[in-house]
């Protein structure tokens, strides 16, 4: 681990080997970009004497593309690096101790902040990536049919999103009203559900017509992802185009991008596949990840799934993605689905299979889907003590009163 | 009818009536925001001393709202009227022939200029409105089922699309490659189609988790819409999460977008609906349209589907699209679904039924689905003799020199 002279970093899970990227604000300031070291974010603009970062979100510098973005974590990692670390440029101009001189001024407690989406969201795309997720909704869902559909093993099942609605991490989520049976009728959902996923952040564009090139090449880092999922709305709607109004009222990201070059010591091979994939699908580079997810209802731990069993992995996402020649635009986020494993799940649904079995937290309060008041909270770890920022949400009433419009 | 100085506008489908916005460019000059009149497109930005049309999108005009879209309506009227007409504002200090002196330097002919994507998309929606289409597909793909899903008449189904593939009228359309059975194996697609629709086009935006209201103060318009469809690709990869690959690598859309208030002939009440909507689908107001589609293959009519039959209204894809409290951005494009009305399709799929009765052209080709050269063009007709702009595509091989990506 390379030390940083920044106050708690080295003793964080934000420390020199992570360093996500945010916008941020202070009170009458306008948002702009930082990075997260320990429990402050440095405003990179005048650090760095880069407008890129003054702007309102990160898509300016995810264009540059990944020589830029290499580029100015390894400037980060000077500038925030220990007299006695090894990051530093020995001997060149730039001291360490110039560097902190240089860096400390603009260093501001997270406290002192509010953080804004980090990403300008283009295209919003939601895989169906975990054998164990695609495996218990199909139980859940179609108990008289086979669980996974004949498809499912030979390529990543995938839809489209509303990008209009991911929020940042903290924005209150709504109840969502809509149509459900039996009848149909029309009310507040009563199956309010989470998903708890990895989100994929492109930089670098495509063309329309042509395939994406290396998964490193336009992807530039990862984030955390609630799905928020009306159980009740989804199961009624959903053929045979898909979800749609089940989700598309709120997904939740974490306000940090973790660059994928934090997450190096990460990479796994990814869960073996059998079938083998087509050849357009083929594994080039390991781009499993070894990261741990925690998700807690109410403050209390209820699953810590792992992502490094997802059956298909991030770079055969983006590659399925693009075979047909859809163009990536700076901004688009792909997330992987549920990252549910063996016995271990990221959705209330499967933890409480479908409500019959609801979680018992130790306040003596049981929960089948969430509550009206209920707060949930996606965190997740890394090897080399990386953590990726909290992406949380607290539900509240469909007939609150901070809207005006009409009543389910 | 208001007559108008432009020659040839009373005589064609883009007479005062109808004014139709679009983004256009001369060689060398910057996209920016016209009015189509006739053959000829009016320079907005300096005939109406407004930098909101100097933008290249209507995004910024759109965002202003619907008092600012009938003032900008009516102004043009005005400058466009004839002296024998009764649009202009008689007796005023811009008198018709001081109007005539002020737009007539900056009319620019059709063939002097290029058109542009009209409207920066934000999410697009792609809906599934027309009964014939509904029931013709089901019967196509789930032969051995009832035609139509038990939840179809109960609410207009809908699912997300690609926003960033959707491309001006005129653009190539490059065959897409996928995965399709028999299989399953990947390369281009053999059962290409077309999807003949209405997009319309948000203008007003809502707040996330609050409805929208009604229909005419959110929506500023229609455009047509050419939903392009990847059959064999769709079908298999379309359960359970909805139609992905099959449509996302492109969609393109008229260059024009008309007003809802060229329009106002044209609102019918919209079919009736068994069993009667849930309130909140209630109609308020007729949005059904009584336009005529026509889809052309090589310059050939194959079908003249009719709008006013659509089983689901735009106003009630609106009502359902932000009844979970979904917001909408200006931008928004959502589209009608196939319009097929009865013995009317308005895709190849239902056309040919899946490809066992090819179309027989009178240059003697057969056509069961496209092949690489064709070229489908949709336009449409409303009531006062109100056009809208052409949708056009000519399919290029997988395999076009164009590419430099990885051949299928």
Redesign the interface.
Known sequence: MTRSWVPGADESLFGLDNLPYGVFSRPGEAPRVGVRVGDHVLDLAPVLHDEVFAAPSLNPFLARGRTAWRETRARLRTLLADENGHAGARGSAASTGGNRAVAEPRLIPLDQVTMHLPVEV??Y?DF?ASLEHASNL?RI??PDDEPL?P?WR??P?????????V?VSG?PI?R????RMPG???GPSVRLDIEAELGFVVGTPT?????AGAFEDHVFGVTLLNDWS?RD?QA???????????K???TSISPWITPLEALEAARVPGREQDPAP???LRRNAPWGLDLTLRVDLNGETISTPSYRDMYWTPDQMLA??T???????TG?LFASGTVSSEGAFGSLIEMTWNGAEPIKLADGTTHAFLEDGDTVTIAATAPGGIGLGEVTGRIISATDS?????EC
Chains 1, 2 share one sequence.
């Not at 969502?176 to 149509?179: D, E, I, S």
Request: aromatic content about 14%.
């Open positions: 283009a295209d795309v169906y199909g869902f179609r559909k498809n030979h390529l099942v995938g839809y489209h999103g509303r990008a209009g609605t929020v924005t709504r969502p009203c809509g149509q149909p009728s029309f063309r329309l017509g042509e395939r009306a709305i009624w709607e959903y053929v045979p185009l898909g979800p749609f109004l089940g598309s009222f709120a087509l050849d357009y399925h993605m075979a047909n020649g859809a163009s990536l635009r688009d901070t809207y005006t419009a009409t």
